[in-house]
């Protein structure tokens, strides 16, 4: 189980398990706090959303690049595709995303003001200089969040899936051509073709149709925030959320595509899930079962105690009984 792609794959699920505990996490602080705190965790926590997203975009595109080596490199594979260096683009991967969101960090600051209304200091969220300059947001949103999380990985998703299934039915053919017209390995070769070329397209268009929304929505929302009349800033909020969804279902979604369309991967995920289920019911059976049978031992203990300590009052009230009727 150890191998690269299997670093990728969990990379890519702790990358969309942060964003989606971050996103349930900041919708929970409405209910939980008041607006002002509400409103300065929103910001923080946008900033690592971003982050997290961006990394899970970016090892997607590495999991695309590594199947592209193993199906049209084969043989510089086992030297190219290792372990150690999944785990240091993993790292690099990450430690990139949230350098690219370090200015976002300096668009905000907290300060202190009288609340009339409570009638004591509230710490609310202000914009600073930095995020009041429409230049600096235009290009940021423009490079980071169009670029670089929406173009350039889309791009590359395209043409490297694009090849592989060009090489793929290339290599099927090759099979088909050099082993003959058995119509058994035919109906396998094509029914496996059938299923990575799927996968491979389904990999795009969901990226496509879940992750470009939310990019173009946040793209625009940046560039235009201090020039959208109070209908359109409504409108755009609620586009927004409907994209946050769409990006919460990708991140649910990607661990069931992987899992749907690789049976080693599926098959050692119902192992493991299912040993450890297994050892959480054994341990709990065996916890009640050695609890029950202390339980039953004290009992039958203290039972012959009481037994032998009354014998001798039993004993004795007899024998005054004797010497009553006698």
């Known amino acids: 189980m150890c191998t690269s792609t299997n670093c990728y794959l969990i990379s890519l699920s702790v990358a969309d398990l942060g964003f989606l505990i971050l996103l349930s996490t900041k919708w929970l602080e409405t209910e939980v706090s008041d607006y002002l705190t509400f409103d300065i965790y929103y910001r923080y926590a946008q900033i690592f959303i971003d982050t997290?997203?961006?990394?899970?975009?970016?090892?997607?595109?590495m999991l695309a690049i590594e199947r592209y080596i193993a199906i049209c490199h084969s043989l510089r594979a086992n030297v190219i595709c290792t372990v150690r260096r999944a785990v240091i683009i993993n790292a690099a991967v990450f430690f990139i995303s949230f350098a690219c969101r370090i200015p976002n960090f300096f668009e905000y600051s907290i300060k202190t003001g009288w609340s009339e209304y409570e009638c004591i200091d509230k710490k609310y969220i202000d914009w600073t200089r930095l995020g009041r300059n429409t230049n600096y947001k235009i290009?940021?949103?423009?490079?980071?969040?169009?670029?670089?999380?929406?173009?350039?990985?889309?791009?590359?998703?395209?043409?490297?899936?694009?090849?592989?299934?060009?090489?793929?039915?290339?290599?099927?053919?090759?099979?088909?051509?050099?082993?003959?017209?058995?119509?058994?390995?035919?109906?396998?070769?094509?029914?496996?073709?059938?299923?990575?070329?799927?996968?491979?397209?389904?990999?795009?268009?969901?990226?496509?149709?879940?992750?470009?929304?939310?990019?173009?929505?946040?793209?625009?929302?940046?560039?235009?925030?201090?020039?959208?009349?109070?209908?359109?800033?409504?409108?755009?909020?609620?586009?927004?959320?409907?994209?946050?969804?769409?990006?919460?279902?990708?991140?649910?979604?990607?661990?069931?595509?992987?899992?749907?369309?690789?049976?080693k991967f599926w098959d050692t995920f119902k192992k493991e899930l299912c040993r450890k289920v297994c050892i959480f019911f054994k341990r709990n059976r065996d916890m009640f079962s050695s609890r029950t049978n202390s339980d039953t031992h004290h009992n039958s203990t203290h039972n012959k105690s009481l037994r032998k300590s009354s014998a001798p009052a039993v004993k004795e009230v007899s024998v005054q009984m004797r010497d009553v009727h006698s």
């Open 139 to 263: 290009v940021y949103a423009w490079v980071f969040d169009c670029i670089l999380c929406a173009t350039v990985p889309f791009l590359a998703l395209v043409y490297l899936n694009m090849r592989l299934i060009l090489e793929i039915r290339k290599s099927t053919h090759y099979l088909m051509d050099t082993l003959g017209n058995d119509s058994n390995l035919s109906n396998v070769l094509g029914r496996e073709q059938r299923r990575v070329t799927l996968m491979l397209i389904s990999i795009v268009i969901v990226f496509f149709i879940c992750q470009a929304p939310y990019v173009s929505i946040s793209a625009y929302q940046s560039i235009k925030r201090y020039s959208m009349a109070g209908l359109t800033f409504h409108a755009i909020n609620t586009g927004r959320d409907i994209t946050i969804f769409l990006l919460a279902f990708k991140s649910a979604l990607n661990f069931i595509l992987y899992c749907w369309f690789s049976e």
């Open 52 to 61: 997290f997203l961006m990394a899970s975009i970016w090892i997607t595109v």
